[in-house]
């Protein structure tokens, strides 16, 4: 069984400063790309920012020069560090991970849970 456990939300000012962290456990052989995704009420899930496992990266237009994606592949984590903070920021963040079980396997997306970031003005 693989399991993603995000931390890090919380209730914050505009202006303010989250890191978001989530680690994937299990059953894993190798872990490709990881990234976040957001849901704000009423509206679909979009892609914040996403890591390959070599470290390239890419960011949604609105979080660019705000949000900074990073991975430590030894600890199977993906981290988001998010600055100046918007009200519009306020979502479900999902962590996201294209993960291979084994070595013979293919490689399949799993979902963490979430964790709810809100930003108050």
């Known amino acids: 069984q693989v399991q993603l456990v995000e931390s890090g939300g919380g209730l914050v000012q505009a202006g303010g400063t989250l890191r978001l962290s989530c680690t994937a456990s299990g059953s894993i052989f190798s872990i490709n790309a990881m990234g976040w995704y957001r849901q704000a009420p009423g509206k679909q899930r979009e892609l914040v920012a996403v890591i390959t496992s070599g470290g390239s990266f890419n960011y949604a237009d609105s979080v660019k020069g705000r949000f900074t994606i990073s991975r430590d592949n030894a600890k199977n984590t993906v981290y988001l560090q998010m600055h100046s903070l918007k009200p519009e920021d306020t979502a479900v963040y999902y962590c996201?991970?294209?993960?291979?079980?084994?070595?013979?396997?293919?490689?399949?997306?799993?979902w963490g849970q979430g964790t709810l970031v809100t930003v108050c003005s």
């Open positions: 996201n991970a294209d993960i291979r079980k084994y070595y013979y396997s293919s490689s399949r997306y799993y």
